[in-house]
């Protein structure tokens, strides 16, 4: 089985550009999470979607995050413009969503390692 | 909210010894989860091993254990046999009923051959 799709593997561009990662969850998954993994402030959720709406994104750090779940099967994250400070590892994960109250187990893609000069 | 901490410093184990990685937890959430995690040098986040709260027993994956215990609020991942491929960072990690999870800081473990 496929597991979580990220694209593209490495980004490298400059202060001002705008940056779009992609995300393709696990098939029959219905929860989507976007994470950002530093060295200083280790791994941070930014935003998750549950159903492809957004549930929380209390974690976008600013307004030049935004991040859209078109479909389920698909999502974007974009930073507009970039700063070198958004050089980071940026992770999407996806579960399955219960509804028990109990939480599932993420599952990871393999990351994004942005570097913005 | 969720508070998870792994204090210990880098891990060193020989090769085919058993090792324990510690985690502790906090949570005000009646129903939660533990996970563990690893992230080798290549960067990639693996899911390992899942406690829930009310499993009865504790969990175990391969050579992967989970030692669950509930009134001192630790999770503590036992790995036997270790092996070269086990070294990397290991992450302690909180799940509580709205879906978000709490990591904690993580831990090195290196391998002796």
């Known amino acids: 089985d496929a597991g979580v799709i990220q694209s593209p593997r490495h980004e490298v561009t400059e202060m001002g550009q705008e940056v779009t990662l992609r995300c393709k969850p696990i098939s029959g998954h219905n929860s989507l999470f976007w994470y950002r993994q530093t060295m200083m402030r280790g791994l941070e959720l930014l935003i998750y979607?549950?159903?492809?709406?957004?549930?929380?994104d209390s974690g976008m750090p600013e307004d030049r995050f935004s991040a859209k779940m078109p479909n389920a099967s698909f999502s974007t994250l974009k930073i507009q413009p970039s700063e070198p400070r958004d050089s980071a590892v940026y992770f999407c994960?996806?579960?399955?969503?219960?509804?028990?109250?109990?939480?599932?187990?993420?599952?990871f893609g393999p990351g994004t390692r942005l570097t913005v000069l | 909210a969720q508070k998870i901490t792994q204090t210990q410093p880098g891990m060193f184990v020989q090769e085919k010894e058993a090792v324990t990685l510690d985690c502790t937890y906090d949570t005000s959430d009646p129903s939660y989860g533990l996970f563990w995690y690893k992230q080798p040098s290549s960067g990639e986040m693996i899911f390992l091993i899942y406690?829930?709260?009310?499993?009865?027993q504790n969990a175990t994956e391969g050579r992967y254990s989970l030692n669950f215990q509930k009134a001192r609020k630790s999770a503590n991942l036992v790995i036997s046999a270790s092996q070269l491929g086990d070294s990397a960072m290991y992450f302690c990690v909180g799940g509580g009923a709205n879906s978000k999870l709490t990591f904690g800081k993580g831990i090195t473990l290196s391998v002796r051959p």
């Open positions: 994960a996806s579960s399955t969503f219960s509804t028990s109250g109990s939480t599932d187990t993420q599952y």
């Open positions: 406690q829930g709260s009310y499993d009865q």
């Open positions: 979607f549950n159903n492809n709406v957004p549930i929380d």
